[in-house]
């Protein structure tokens, strides 16, 4: 039985115009359809807390910052608390500049009580 399983995925994947086949819609599923719901925090609305929060660093300091993309295979539970944003320290070592988007507080019985989801920024030439 795991065997057609596994059969069964690999088609799904190798049929790009399968309308009906969740493994092809999670292969083409993009920032936009990312949204929160009753279960997890939306990709799109993280990543729109990280543009807001780097148009108001533009502003203030004259900068020219541009928000990236998260990473979209990240899945958080709903937060239960506004998100918060700040710089993520280079003492955290990353290759590039990121933001930090937090919640402090997901919704009761989330698998994770808080979050910390890191979205990458470049500097606009």
Aim: a positive charge.
């Amino acid at each position: 039985m795991n065997r057609w399983r596994t059969a069964l995925l690999c088609l799904c994947l190798l049929a790009t115009t399968a309308q009906n086949c969740p493994a092809s819609e999670a292969a083409y599923r993009g920032i936009e359809d990312d949204r929160t719901n009753g279960v997890k925090h939306g990709l799109f609305e993280i990543r729109e807390e990280a543009r807001q929060f780097i148009a108001r660093e533009n502003l203030s300091r004259g900068s020219h910052w541009e928000v990236l993309d998260p990473n979209l295979k990240i899945q958080v539970p709903r937060c239960a608390v506004p998100l918060t944003v700040k710089w993520v320290p280079k003492a955290y070592g990353l290759s590039a500049p990121n933001v930090a988007v937090s919640c402090g507080r997901t919704v009761g019985g989330s698998w994770e009580k808080h979050w910390n989801v890191f979205v990458p920024v470049t500097s606009e030439r």
